[in-house]
């Protein structure tokens, strides 16, 4: 890909695609901000209803399946400019959506107790050009890579990163855990996403 100063606006998405997947084809056409990314379904069961980010519109959307099947979509908010969204995980108890900001080297949780209306509960800083995170079962722990694709990258340093989930929400950098992957055994490397298990 080329680097971010050279893509032109007019050939990058706006629409998320809502798929049939036995039929394998598209059943539906979502328009909003452009550059979706990480759509994910709430993991309540029976929930109708889901959220994605979009990078070049630094926003935060809800898409939610009618009584049609036929899925609405609206922006429920906004992230704040220059945020650049890169990837979006939800605590297992659907309470809180994270945000991890690209271009604000921060990772925001934001509190869904009201689905449509989500509010900004936290943030933490310190981890430049946060991008993909995993939230383990027990929500008590976010981990952060730094890396989003070579072309775009601007981080002098590639990490792991370990964010510490309070019983209140709350975010905390952990000050001791750091992969720094600099000292990757084949020369420095660029961590873009992760697997637990």
């Given at each position: ?20 997947l036995k039929a394998r084809t598209i059943v ?18 029976g929930a109708t209803y889901g ?147």
């Amino acid at each position: 890909m080329s680097p971010l100063d050279k893509w032109d606006p007019k050939t990058v998405s706006d629409t998320m695609l809502v798929w049939d997947l036995k039929a394998r084809t598209i059943v539906q056409e979502l328009k909003g901000d452009p550059v979706p990314l990480a759509a994910r379904w709430m993991l309540k069961p029976g929930a109708t209803y889901g959220y994605n980010i979009s990078n070049g519109g630094d926003s935060l959307w809800m898409f939610r399946m009618q009584k049609d099947g036929r899925f609405a979509y609206k922006k429920v908010a906004d992230t704040g400019k220059g945020c650049l969204p890169g990837d979006l995980r939800q605590s297992p108890d659907d309470r809180y959506l994270y945000v991890s900001c690209i271009g604000g080297s921060e990772v925001q949780a934001w509190d869904i107790g009201n689905p449509e209306h989500p509010r900004l509960h936290d943030t933490v800083g310190g981890i430049v050009q946060a991008n993909m995170m995993h939230v383990t079962y027990d929500g008590r722990r976010l981990y952060v890579t730094n890396s989003a694709i070579s072309s775009i990258d601007y981080s002098p340093r590639y990490a792991l990163r370990l964010i510490r989930i309070g019983p209140d929400g709350k975010l905390k950098l952990d000050p001791l855990f750091t992969v720094d992957f600099a000292q990757a055994p084949v020369g420095p490397a660029r961590p873009h996403d992760m697997l637990l298990n």
